[in-house]
């Protein structure tokens, strides 16, 4: 007969660590400069969304002033704010995506 397989434990002066990364929402910032067209082809092509997502997700920013692009884990969250708002400098754009944790 075998012994049942041992369960390894962590030594009890190891603190547990969070093993859930934070998330990190991306912000579109409305701004008065970019056309609207661009600020959508931005969403499709940094994030991946459909047309009609990405009209919706720039509308509610020209309205509201800002719009909850998506959240991801902090690096992902800082590439994408920082692709997108790059994509807008290099056409002389002043669009600008933040980066916010959640709660
Ligand atoms: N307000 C811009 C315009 O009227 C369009 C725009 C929308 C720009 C959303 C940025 O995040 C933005 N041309």
Known sequence: TTAPPKVQT???EVEARP???HLYKVIL?????????FVVSVLMGV???TEAEALGVML???RRGACVVAVFTR??????????TEAGQ???YPLAFTTE???
């Open 10 to 12: 962590p030594a009890p």
């Open 19 to 21: 093993e859930r990364p």
């Open 29 to 37: 910032l409305n701004d008065d400069y970019t056309p609207r067209e």
């Open 47 to 49: 994030f991946r969304m």
């Open 60 to 62: 509610t920013a020209h």
């Open 75 to 84: 690096e992902v969250a800082d590439l994408k704010a920082r692709q997108g």
């Open 90 to 92: 290099r056409k002389g």
């Open 101 to 103: 944790r959640e709660d």
